[in-house]
């Protein structure tokens, strides 16, 4: 399993994501960012961003 903090890229923010692997994370970040941050489209900076910090469990 895999895990992503959103607030390692975005302060303050107290989202978590748990997937079995770096995808499952990113289907989520998107929903997320666009839901909450007003992100409309996941960029290569932010996948790089999100890859960057996410861990395995
Ligand atoms: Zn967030």
């Given amino acids: 399993m895999k895990t992503f903090a959103?607030?390692?890229v975005v302060?303050?923010?107290s989202a978590r994501f748990t997937a079995?692997?770096?995808e499952g994370i990113l289907?989520?970040?998107?929903?997320?960012?666009r839901d909450d941050?007003?992100?409309?489209e996941v960029g290569p900076d932010?996948?790089?961003a999100v890859?960057?910090?996410i861990h395995p469990v």
């Fill in 46 to 48: 932010l996948v790089a």
């Fill in 6 to 8: 959103c607030g390692d």
């Fill in 37 to 40: 941050h007003g992100v409309t």
């Fill in 27 to 33: 289907a989520q970040v998107a929903g997320h960012a």
């Fill in 51 to 53: 890859r960057a910090h």
């Fill in 11 to 13: 302060p303050g923010c």
């Fill in 20 to 22: 079995g692997d770096a």
